[in-house]
């Protein structure tokens, strides 16, 4: 693990803590050996404009980390878009009993998530390289999430297909959508939209979920 990190890795333990998620020490290495290799085979595949350790523990990490309570009630999660992982790998660490894909149409991330995948020895894990709009599933995703991915309305157009009865997408934002919620289609409506405070994250993220209307 980047000497950095490892040192990183107890305020990083507590800032979980503070934010009230539980992670265990085969998990916290699971994470911040995440971020080691996301670091380090940067250049090569082009996976972060962060290239500072804390900040991308901060600004990827902790960012992912803080969805977790926010996908408890469901079972199969799409991250499309997850470019090198995000916050796809984070909340499969986290979340071992439950299944997820994460998409890409960039076949040089994908090559580092299957990496990864085998590295951290993740079995709930499914790693597609494909046009999102391309892509089949049988039964569909409980949720289908993104971060930093597209608007709302390109989203859920292009994952329509994909979403299982009853399910819900749940968008990832640096600002309130509202112009973006206004062009949503007739048929789709806001569940619920989140705050979220993200620890050093100036910002505030906003969690948007969204389900089709029946
Ligand atoms: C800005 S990056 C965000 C990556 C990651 N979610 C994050 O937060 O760091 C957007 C990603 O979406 C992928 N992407 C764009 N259009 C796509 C599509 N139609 N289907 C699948 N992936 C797509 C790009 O290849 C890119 O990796």
């Given at each position: 693990?980047?000497?950095?990190?490892?040192?990183?890795?107890?305020?990083?333990?507590?800032?979980?803590?503070?934010?009230?998620?539980?992670?265990?020490?085969?998990?916290?290495?699971?994470?911040?050996?995440?971020?080691?290799?996301?670091?380090?085979?940067?250049?090569?595949?082009?996976?972060?404009a962060i290239r500072d350790p804390k900040e991308a523990l901060y600004l990827h990490l902790l960012d992912s980390v803080v969805v977790s309570p926010a996908i408890k009630q469901f079972d199969s999660c799409l991250d499309v878009g997850t470019g090198g992982g995000l916050p796809g790998?984070?909340?499969?660490?986290?979340?071992?009993?439950?299944?997820?894909?994460?998409?890409?149409?960039?076949?040089?991330?994908?090559?580092?998530?299957?990496?990864?995948?085998?590295?951290?020895?993740?079995?709930?894990?499914?790693?597609?390289?494909?046009?999102?709009?391309?892509?089949?599933?049988?039964?569909?995703?409980?949720?289908?999430?993104?971060?930093?991915?597209?608007?709302?309305?390109?989203?859920?157009?292009?994952?329509?297909?994909?979403?299982?009865?009853?399910?819900?997408?749940?968008?990832?934002?640096?600002?309130?959508?509202?112009?973006?919620?206004?062009?949503?289609?007739?048929?789709?409506?806001?569940?619920?939209?989140?705050?979220?405070?993200?620890?050093?994250?100036?910002?505030?993220?906003?969690?948007?979920?969204?389900?089709?209307?029946?």
């Amino acid at each position: 693990m980047n000497q950095v990190l490892k040192q990183l890795q107890p305020e990083f333990n507590k800032e979980c803590e503070k934010l009230g998620i539980s992670v265990s020490d085969k998990q916290s290495e699971q994470l911040l050996n995440y971020l080691s290799s996301l670091l380090k085979w940067n250049k090569a595949f082009n996976l972060t404009a962060i290239r500072d350790p804390k900040e991308a523990l901060y600004l990827h990490l902790l960012d992912s980390v803080v969805v977790s309570p926010a996908i408890k009630q469901f079972d199969s999660c799409l991250d499309v878009g997850t470019g090198g992982g995000l916050p796809g790998i984070p909340l499969a660490i986290l979340n071992p009993n439950k299944e997820f894909t994460l998409l890409d149409t960039n076949s040089k991330k994908t090559r580092f998530l299957k990496q990864v995948v085998y590295e951290l020895g993740l079995k709930n894990v499914t790693v597609v390289n494909k046009r999102v709009q391309d892509f089949q599933s049988d039964s569909g995703y409980a949720c289908i999430l993104s971060r930093a991915f597209a608007s709302l309305k390109d989203m859920t157009d292009w994952t329509w297909h994909l979403l299982a009865k009853g399910g819900q997408w749940l968008a990832m934002k640096g600002v309130y959508p509202q112009q973006e919620i206004e062009e949503l289609a007739e048929t789709l409506e806001l569940v619920e939209s989140k705050q979220v405070k993200v620890p050093n994250l100036d910002a505030t993220r906003y969690f948007i979920y969204l389900q089709k209307i029946s």
